[in-house]
């Protein structure tokens, strides 16, 4: 890395909130939360300043398959 770069560390390897299994998709919104999808598709949007968890939830379909993106709609911040 070059001279002055700063670098944090967002969550861990687990499947409790602010945990990780696999990551699949990371968006940031208007309100620069961070949104993390991981590969047993729960969603967690999380305050990247405090680490704060500020929504979670999984994915409906997710048993046909592993997420592998995702999309925020700049209209209304949709995931």
């Known amino acids: 890395m070059g001279g002055g770069e700063n670098v944090e560390i967002l969550g861990s390897f ?4 602010g945990q990780f299994m696999k990551p699949r998709a990371i968006e940031f ?4 939360h961070v949104i993390v999808i991981d ?7 999380i305050d990247p ?4 968890i500020h929504a979670r939830w999984t994915l409906e379909l ?5 997420p592998t993106g995702m999309k925020i709609d700049p209209r209304d911040g949709t995931v």
Do not use: A, I, L, W
């Open 14 to 17: 687990g499947r409790q909130p």
């Open 39 to 45: 590969r047993t598709g729960r969603v967690q949007r």
């Open 49 to 52: 300043r405090t680490g704060d």
């Open 62 to 66: 997710h048993e046909n398959g592993t």
């Open 29 to 32: 919104t208007r309100e620069g």
